[in-house]
Nanobody, 124 residues
Framework: QGQPVESGGGSVQAGGSLRLSCASSFPSFETLCQAWYRQVPGREREVVAS???????KYADFVKGRFTISKGSANNGLFLEMVSLEPEDTAIYFC??????????????????WGQGTQVTVSS
């Protein structure tokens, strides 16, 4: 498996939508936890959403039902559908993966695979 690669970021107006993708390929037999994080310059990176190997998803409180995380079959790919975007969602978004972890946590140190990030900018 190689380093995950994010795509789909861009600039939108408040209320707009974006779909982020993370190209990744892990062995289908691996137990995998995957997540989206985001970071604003000068602030700590924070978890946005995570999805367990069994498909159970968790979201940060600030998502408020606006984002949906999903994953491809056989550990191929990760996605984040974002609607009703707000200026406060402006950040660099990263995908991350943890092999051998059945239930995701928010501890960044659990994730051994990180993408380079994709910029999301929401203007008011």
């Amino acid at each position: 498996q190689g380093q995950p690669v994010e795509s789909g970021g861009g600039s939108v107006q408040a209320g707009g939508s974006l779909r982020l993708s993370c190209a990744s390929s892990f062995p289908s037999f691996e137990t995998l936890c995957q997540a989206w994080y985001r970071q604003v310059p000068g602030r700590e990176r924070e978890v946005v959403a995570s999805i367990n190997h069994d498909g159970t998803a968790k979201y940060a409180d600030f998502v408020k039902g606006r984002f949906t995380i999903s994953k491809g079959s056989a550990n191929n790919g990760l996605f984040l559908e974002m609607v009703s975007l707000e200026p406060e969602d402006t950040a660099i978004y990263f995908c991350a993966a943890a092999m051998g972890v059945a239930s995701c946590t928010s501890r960044q140190t659990d994730y051994g695979y990180w993408g380079q990030g994709t910029q999301v900018t929401v203007s008011s």
